[in-house]
């Protein structure tokens, strides 16, 4: 692909200038309420395989397409009830709905990675939503990071990883929620979890009623859930009380009065997922082992404890 050779940052005043470089058919860095995206336009090929090459990620691996409205999303899927109620409930936000594509969608056929079905979002970030206004298309949209590294929660996050491979970076300060989102996929009008996220099962089950719509039996395709993700290059290790000499420990919650860092000193999951990537990457440039103390596994814990197992999963 084409470098761009100087990477553009851009502040809110410059949201004009980000939907002009889309137009333009170049890749833009937006700040979401879960992590920065890498956006381009999702009905232009060259932008969508500018995405991939620019990540480095796996052409089987399909991308989310952002929308700024519920109206918007079903110009691209055909929604189940089901769907609809959880988009009437939680977008804008971290929910992102996996539906059978909708005949003339538009979309460059790179996006879905050739499966029949697309992944629509709506997210809540301002700045994202005023960029999604003044574009007014569709935007393809994974983390803006090297494909099966950390994700990024600031613009310092994405310089450091992708600079010098796509056109700019609209920075909007740290992500809020932190981790990414909920996605879901239906088998007819039956919600299967596919990733943890930002909204909990807790949430899903209270709109769609109970037993929680998680399933691992699921044939609906997953294609981006592999086991080692979200690596930083240190080994890691999970549950950890006790930590090692020569480890950074990362701690959550009272019990861990003593380590250097802490994802909540008072033991806030939210805290903790919004603090999760940043810290991360933090302990990361320390060139030390990481070792993480436990998170309990309720609310949005689980969407914490997913991305912490992949990060010490084993790589090859
Ligand atoms: O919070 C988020 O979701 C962030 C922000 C930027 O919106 N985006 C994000 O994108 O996490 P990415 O590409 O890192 O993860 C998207 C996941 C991948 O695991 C991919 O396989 C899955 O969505 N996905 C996309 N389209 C799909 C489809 N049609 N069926 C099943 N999974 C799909
Ligand atoms: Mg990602």
Redesign the pocket.
Known sequence: MEKSPQTELLGPADVARAAQLLRAGQLVAMP?E????LAGDARNPDSVAAIFAAKGRPAH????V?VDSLGRATQFANLPDAARKLAHAFWPG?L?L?APLREGHGLADAV??G?P???L?V?AHPLARALLAEFGGPVA????NPSGRI?PTTAAHVMAGLAGRIAAVLDGGPCPVGV??T?L?FEGEEAVL??E??ISAEQIAGILGPPPSARSDTK??????MLSHYAPAARVRLNVTEPKDDEIWIGFGPDCAGAALSLSPTGDLEEAASALFAMLHHADATGQPIAIAPVPEHGIGAAINDRLRRAAAPRD
């Open positions: 979401t879960t992590v920065y995206g691996n399909p991308l989310i952002h971290a992102t996996v879905t990675a499966l079905t697309v992944a979002r997210p949209a994974p983390s803006a994700s990414e989102s996605i996929g596919l990733r996220g930002g609906i395709a997953a294609p981006g859930q």
